[in-house]
T-cell receptor, first 113, second 109 residues
Framework: DGGITQSPKYLFRKEGQNVTLSCEQN?????MYWYRQDPGQGLRLIYY???????QKGDIAEGYSVSREKKESFPLTVTSAQKNPTAFYLCASRIGGLAGEAFFGQGTRLTVV | QKEVEQNSGPLSVPEGAIASLNCTYS??????FFWYRQYSGKSPELIMSIYSNGDKEDGRFTAQLNKASQYVSLLIRDSQPSDSATYLC?????????FGIGTKLQVIP
C-alpha cells in the first residue's frame, strides 16, 4: 500500500533535548512538508522540500531542522532552541507542481516533560 | 491578513440538513483548492479538490470555487453525525499548500 508513515506516534522530550521525527513516503512524490498544529489552531508550515537535497523554511522554522537526503524521507529535528515544542506534528507529501493534493501521515504528538 | 480565512465555528446543523462551509483566500496565484476533514486527534484527510471556477460534486459533497471573489465553499448535503469534524480549507501554489484554521462542524442527531 502506498502512503506516508510517521513515527513515533507519541514522543516525549525532556527539556534541552533534541528529538527527531521520522517521515517516510512510498508515493514517489517530489514534495514533502512538515506542519505543526496546536489546539484550536490550523496547520502552520515549518519546512518544505521540493526535491532531494533542497529544502526551504516555512513560516515557523526557528528551532527546527530538516534534511532531504532521499526522495522517500524527510526527517524533522526539534532542537532545544524550540521553546514551546509541545504540539501535533504532521508530515505531508505532494506530487509537486500546481495541482497536486497533499496527503498526510498519521501524525506525531510531541510532549515536553 | 491571513492567507486563508475560515470561521472557526462551531457550525451546528441538524441531521439531514445542508451544511455550508466557507473560505476566502488572499493569494491570487493559488491554482488549486482543497477541503480536508480532520477528526479530533487524527490527521487531515482529503475530501474534495477543485481547480476551476464553478461547482464540483462528489456524492454528498459539493465544492464551489469563485476565483474572481477569491472564495471557496463546501456544501454537505444530508448531513450525518459522522460528518462532525473540523473542515480545513487549503490553497495550493507551485511550492506550498496553505491551510485555514478550520471550521468545526457539529451535526445534531
Amino acid at each position: 500500500d502506498g502512503g506516508i508513515t510517521q513515527s513515533p506516534k507519541y514522543l516525549f522530550r525532556k527539556e534541552g533535548q533534541n528529538v527527531t521525527l521520522s517521515c517516510e513516503q512510498n508515493l514517489n512524490h517530489d514534495a514533502m512538508y512538515w506542519y505543526r498544529q496546536d489546539p484550536g489552531q490550523g496547520l502552520r508550515l515549518i519546512y518544505y522540500s521540493q526535491i532531494v537535497n533542497d529544502f526551504q523554511k516555512g513560516d515557523i522554522a526557528e528551532g527546527y531542522s530538516v534534511s532531504r537526503e532521499k526522495k522517500e524521507s524527510f526527517p524533522l529535528t526539534v532542537t532545544s532552541a524550540q521553546k514551546n515544542p509541545t504540539a501535533f506534528y504532521l508530515c505531508a507529501s505532494r506530487i509537486g507542481g500546481l495541482a497536486g493534493e497533499a496527503f498526510f501521515g498519521q501524525g506525531t504528538r510531541l510532549t515536553v516533560v | 491578513q491571513k492567507e486563508v480565512e475560515q470561521n472557526s465555528g462551531p457550525l451546528s446543523v441538524p441531521e439531514g440538513a445542508i451544511a455550508s462551509l466557507n473560505c476566502t483566500y488572499s493569494d491570487r496565484g493559488s491554482q488549486s483548492f482543497f477541503w480536508y476533514r480532520q477528526y479530533s486527534g487524527k490527521s487531515p484527510e482529503l475530501i474534495m479538490s477543485i481547480y476551476s471556477n464553478g461547482d464540483k460534486e462528489d456524492g454528498r459533497f459539493t465544492a464551489q470555487l469563485n476565483k474572481a471573489s477569491q472564495y471557496v465553499s463546501l456544501l454537505i448535503r444530508d448531513s450525518q453525525p459522522s460528518d462532525s469534524a473540523t473542515y480545513l480549507c487549503a490553497c495550493g501554489g507551485y511550492q506550498k499548500v496553505t491551510f485555514g484554521i478550520g471550521t468545526k462542524l457539529q451535526v445534531i442527531p
